[in-house]
């Protein structure tokens, strides 16, 4: 069921790659929304995803833009303005990459070089985007920007490493800026704090099945899905979230408040 609650606006979309994403799943709601949107990723990422495919359904363009890349980001605004016929009214950002991860790198012996892409991109590239679209003056009045996190940003979680860190970041970033574009601009900037969701991204984490199932347990509401994880972003870029902002949104179903349950502690009856 559809409620036209993006009629009329127009957005960009940061990192869908397959239909597993938060992004891709986003996007299709957004457009069933209403929404004329655009798409974007990594010019790398556009060769390993599917992302022509889902533009294809949207009726939409693609833009590669590297979202660490200042030249890139304006050329996105620039060239999104021109296609959807004016300023935007929302952004996803859904970025994130640790070479230390993909490379296995314990916490406690980082390669640091490594470490500072993952900020790069995990992290500044939210700063990055955010100082593009302020530059360009390319959101609306009362515009929305949501950037998706993970509770490992406040909570040790050690398969996680580095990209905790870039999430504690990326969550610090939103709330500064979201002061400055809130006060001069009424756009409002969040983070949404997701349930470990079954992504492609989310497999490469050490354990993450283990601890997908671990949360399934303890969460009273079970795991938010990425269905639901994109019906919780469209309620961010409409019109009745208006005063919504600075905020880190856990969409977890309880998992954030739980500290045990029935379930997991009856695991460890004798």
């Keep these: 069921m559809t409620h036209n609650l993006l009629k009329?606006?127009?957005?960009i979309i940061f990192g869908a790659l397959d239909e597993k994403s938060l992004a891709w799943k986003t996007a299709e709601k957004a457009h069933e929304e209403g929404a004329k949107i655009i798409l974007t990723n990594a010019p790398v990422a556009l060769r390993m995803g599917r992302i022509n495919e889902l533009a294809e359904k949207c009726e939409t363009e693609v833009i590669p833009a590297d979202a660490t890349?200042?030249?890139?980001?304006?050329?996105?605004?620039?060239?999104?303005?021109?296609?959807?016929?004016g300023k935007i009214d929302f952004?996803?950002?859904?970025?994130?990459?640790?070479?230390?991860?993909?490379?296995?790198?314990?916490?406690?012996?980082?390669?640091?070089?490594n470490f500072i892409k993952t900020l790069d991109i995990s992290a500044l590239?939210?700063?990055?985007?955010?100082?593009?679209?302020y530059k360009l003056d390319a959101i609306n009045e009362w515009g929305s920007v949501v950037a998706l996190t993970y509770i490992a940003a406040?909570?040790?979680m050690p398969g996680y490493r580095d990209m905790a860190?870039?999430?504690?970041?990326?969550?610090?970033?939103a709330r500064s800026f979201g002061y400055y574009y809130g006060k001069e601009k009424n756009v409002r900037i969040n983070t949404i704090s997701q349930s470990p969701t079954l992504t492609t991204a989310g497999a490469g984490i050490k354990g993450f099945n283990s601890f997908y199932h671990y949360s399934e347990q303890i969460a009273p509401l079970g795991n938010a899905s990425g269905d639901s994880c994109a019906e919780y972003c469209i309620s961010l870029f409409s019109d009745y979230t208006r005063m919504v902002t600075m905020q880190n949104l856990f969409h977890d179903g309880g998992f954030s408040f739980t500290l045990s349950s029935d379930d997991v502690l009856a695991s460890?009856?004798?």
Excluded: C, W
Excluded at 8 to 11: E, R
Excluded at 72 to 81: G, I, P, R
Excluded at 91 to 113: C, E, Q
């Design 154 to 156: 406040q909570r040790t």
């Design 91 to 113: 952004v996803l950002h859904s970025i994130g990459m640790s070479p230390n991860v993909r490379k296995n790198f314990p916490y406690t012996d980082l390669n640091h070089a």
């Design 69 to 85: 890349d200042m030249d890139d980001l304006e050329n996105l605004f620039t060239k999104s303005t021109e296609i959807l016929g």
């Design 165 to 173: 860190d870039a999430k504690a970041v990326l969550e610090s970033i």
């Design 125 to 133: 590239s939210l700063h990055k985007l955010l100082q593009a679209a």
């Design 8 to 11: 009329g606006k127009n957005g």
């Design 268 to 270: 460890f009856d004798q």
